[in-house]
């Protein structure tokens, strides 16, 4: 199907899956961390300008 460029395509195409799915899950976990330390400072008092609170960001 792809030649003898089959190896270098296919292992391109695995790196890359492999790069979008850690990016992915950095981004899930970043998002997880932001709303844990908002919810941590309006436990604390902190308020924010737009009046929501973390919970409402889901």
Do not use: N
């Amino acid at each position: 199907m792809f030649g003898r460029y089959a190896e270098f395509i296919v292992s391109s195409y695995a790196a890359t899956a492999i790069v979008v799915l850690l990016l992915i899950g950095w981004v899930v976990l970043d998002h997880r961390r932001q709303k844990a330390r908002l919810r941590d400072l309006e436990a604390r008092g902190a308020t924010r300008r737009s009046g929501r609170s973390a919970t409402d960001l889901s």
